[in-house]
């Protein structure tokens, strides 16, 4: 019997998929890590399973962060399995080679981060000789019973979230470049009379720290008055 498999972005949310989706003659049964009946395969990511890399032969070393090697642009990113995390993915890769699973259904967060989340998984399983299956979008604004039911009632054709998910890539790739080119130019900057000083940045840890630094000489620079 054929069936599709639901890839949610967090366990809880799957346990909740699967109690809408559970009826009285076709019950799932609890496996490790997935749910299962005659209809549907229910698992989960915790967050994300995958980060974006570059091919070994672009990676510039520690000894070389310098000037001269920037900027770090590599002509494309590989996917690697974040370690902490590698059982749920091999868990999903398995099941998505199953011959009876025809199809996906995208149950990741609705939302930018939800997107990308589901795409690495199944850019992933197509790279390790999973073959290419049709995709579907359950959008939920609310974890409601009624909002689930009606979710799956009324799945999104992949196509209309091409675009979120060029974004969300777009995204993720334009935060590691800002993220390995101003690491290396401010680490190479603070280094430059010797010695090795890492001195990361980020687009979103390098303006909240400022903020952070900002408060604090705030604080230091008070003076009470009566």
Request: proline share 4%.
């Amino acid at each position: 019997m054929s069936k599709k498999l639901v890839i949610a972005e967090k366990p809880s949310v799957a346990q909740e998929i699967v109690k809408v989706l559970s009826t009285s003659s076709d019950k799932f049964s609890n496996h490790k890590d997935y749910f299962e009946n005659q209809t549907w395969v229910v698992t989960s990511a915790v967050g994300h399973l995958l980060e974006l890399c570059v091919p070994d032969r672009y990676e510039v070393k520690r000894g070389k962060w310098s000037f001269e090697n920037l900027p770090v642009i590599p002509p494309h990113f590989d996917i690697n399995p974040i370690t902490k995390t590698k059982s749920r993915l091999h868990t999903i890769s398995t099941l998505s080679k199953r011959a009876d699973i025809v199809g996906y259904v995208n149950a990741c967060d609705a939302g930018r981060e939800g997107e990308l989340i589901f795409r690495l998984i199944e850019q992933y399983c197509r790279e390790h000789k999973t073959p290419a299956k049709p995709v579907e979008r359950l959008w939920l604004q609310s974890m409601t019973t009624e909002a689930i039911r009606e979710g799956f009632n009324h799945l999104k054709k992949d196509q209309a979230l091409l675009n979120l998910a060029d974004a969300a890539r777009s995204r993720a790739e334009a935060d590691w470049l800002v993220g390995i080119n101003g690491t290396r130019a401010f680490t190479a900057f603070n280094s430059r009379s010797g010695g090795f000083f890492l001195t990361t940045v980020g687009r979103v840890q390098t303006p909240t720290l400022d903020i952070v630094v900002e408060r604090d000489q705030q604080i230091l620079n008070f003076k009470s008055q009566d």
